[in-house]
Every structure is written in C-alpha cells, then in structure tokens.
C-alpha cells in the first residue's frame, strides 16, 4: 500500500509541506505547473524565477534551479537567462503585484518583444503577502484592507485584465490563456501548451490563473471556492485567448 | 526530511484512502468538493493543529476529486482493481 505522497515528481518531498496559507492557490496552481513539467520531461532543462510577494514561498519549492528576484522583475531576470542560453526553459512566475503593478512594465515590453518564455502570473485579487491591500485585480465592489467599503470604480478604475492585455500588444507565435484552479485539468493543459510554445521556439507564453486566497479574503473554503468559481469569472474570462495553433480563424 | 510521514488510512469496498497529517493543513477544500459528502473534520490534528479530516468508507466512491483538489497533495486514494 502506499507509504508516500502522491506529489509531482519534480516537487521537493523535504520542503513540503509547503509555507503557503491553508487553501492557497498557489499549490494548486504549483501542482499542475509540477504535473506539466513532468509530463513533458524537462526538469533538468528548467529555470524557475519567482517573484516578491506570496510567489516568493515556492523558492524551494521544485527541484529545478531557482532565482528569486527583485518585486516585477522576474520576466526580465528570465529573459536575460534565455537570452544567454536557449535551450533552458526559463518560466517566470508571479502574481498579480509583480506582473500588473509595479512589473507591468517588464511584463509589456517582453511581450511586446516576443520574448521566448513563459510567464505564469497567479491572480488571487488583493496584495496577499502585505495583508491583502487592493490590487489592480481588485473586482469592482471587492472589499479589501484599503477599499473598506468596496472598490470605487468611479475613483479606482476597473480591473486590469492582464491577458486581453497582453494578447493585444503581442506578435504571432505568442500564446494566452487564463486558466483557473476550479478547473485544474484545463490549466494543466494550457500550462504544458505554454511550456511547449517556449520549447517550439515560437514566442512570448503568457497563462494567467485565477487563485483562491481565502486568509485575506476572510473566506471559510465553501465561500472560497463560490468566489472562485463564480464571482471571478464573470470579470476574468477563463480560456485560451492566443493560440498559434489555431490558425486563419481571425 | 521535515516531514514525519505518518499515515492515517482507511480501507473500503470501493478503494483505499490515506491522510497524510504532516502535510495536511486543514483548509477545508476537499470537504466542499466531495461529490458524496463522506468527509467530515477528524480528531486527528494536522501540521499547524487544526483538524485534519477523515472519509466515512460506505460513502466514499474512491473518485479521487479530493487528492486532485487538495493544495498539499495531503491525501491519497488508490482505486481497488
């Protein structure tokens, strides 16, 4: 009978159990990037970039070479590492802080330049690591720690929707997706879809999850997972947006 | 290893199901996202002393959903052949 847990190979068995908050997102989100790396053998070929803010605790989190970086600074950490050797895999994770506030800059120009990597932002709609502060993924009327009675879209603007974003400003050959951990097969797929873009050589890989973070949202796991699965898509909608595989159906 | 790798195991008609309490940190998901509602809070306690959980086996159709859900991969069910 079994002795161990069911894990991803590429997981680290000493580092677990994992630091991220009970019901986190993240581990999730970690589990299917661990299951995709697997499945497409290329663990000893990875680099791992991770990001200020809750990102930064899968630090030790694989068993593959890992960078943590300045706050939004990951895409162009992972682009120099590309740049300088092509045939590693680099993937650039953050969440919703790194890649839409303060990287948002990096994370546009490297799209912009089709840069060849593959960036995995994880969207749980507050700054989770500070306390949970409104963040650009902040959805309208969301109480927060800085938006006491409910984002005020007439004085703090609309949610930013990072992938529509990025699929506009990006050449042929990118690919984006926006998954969520409700549907945790269907953000493997466009996980491995991104990782094989990036190993295809094509173009700038950009998949966007939506997360559950239910110590800042205050949130008992039947309202964490109501929230994920039915407040958040109705904004963030889920699915491939950029394919280079599908062709001609513009 | 920093994980005592203590099992809590169940066996029933349809499969075998394993807690893992080092790993499990009690967040309720796979509580929520049982499709039979055998999972209810143990007196057993988990890595940061909350309640781990535990499966009543008549129930429990050894689909597998709550180790896919679970965000520490806490859990453990292997289908009888």
Not at chain 1, 98 to 127: D, M, P
Not at chain 2, 42 to 49: A, F, H, I, R, T
Request: proline share 6%; hydrophobic share 35%; with cysteine.
């Amino acid at each position: 009978m079994s002795t161990l847990p069911q894990m991803p190979k590429s997981w680290r068995l000493e580092s677990k159990p994992h630091k991220f908050c009970p019901g986190c997102g993240h581990g999730l989100v970690l589990k299917a990037l661990g299951e995709a790396i697997d499945e497409l053998g290329i663990q000893d070929r990875v680099a791992f970039g991770c990001d200020i803010g809750c990102s930064l605790l899968a630090w030790d989190f694989f068993n593959v070479d890992t960078v943590q970086t300045h706050h939004g600074r990951t895409t162009p950490v992972m682009t120099g590492i590309k740049r300088a050797n092509p045939d590693i895999i680099c993937i650039a994770y953050m969440g919703d802080g790194g890649g839409y506030a303060i990287g948002s800059q990096h994370l546009v120009n490297a799209a912009a330049r089709n840069e060849r990597i593959t960036a995995i932002l994880v969207n749980n709609c507050n700054y989770a690591m500070t306390g949970g502060q409104m963040a650009p993924t902040t959805l309208p009327g969301m109480k927060t720690e800085t938006s006491p009675y409910g984002r005020d879209v007439e004085q703090s603007g609309y949610p930013t929707q990072g992938p529509e974003m990025v699929a506009a400003i990006t050449r042929e050959g990118a690919y984006v997706a926006r998954g969520t951990i409700a549907n945790l097969k269907q953000l493997k797929s466009y996980l491995k879809k991104a990782l094989e873009n990036q190993m295809a050589g094509n173009g700038f890989s950009f998949v966007e999850s939506l997360a559950s973070c239910p110590t800042n949202w205050r949130t008992n796991a039947k309202d964490t997972w109501a929230f994920v699965e039915q407040e958040m898509p109705k904004y963030f909608k889920v699915g491939e947006i950029k394919n280079p595989a599908e062709k001609g159906d513009e | 290893m920093s994980v005592a790798l203590k099992t809590f195991s169940h066996k029933g008609e349809k499969g075998y199901w394993t807690v893992f309490p080092g790993l499990c940190k009690g967040c309720g998901l796979c509580v929520e996202k049982c499709p039979k509602d055998c999972l209810k809070w143990s007196d057993q306690l988990g890595v940061y002393g909350t309640p781990t959980i535990e499966p009543e086996m008549d129930k429990c159709i050894a689909c597998g959903i709550c180790a896919n859900v679970c965000p520490d991969c806490a859990i453990t069910v292997e289908k009888n052949k």
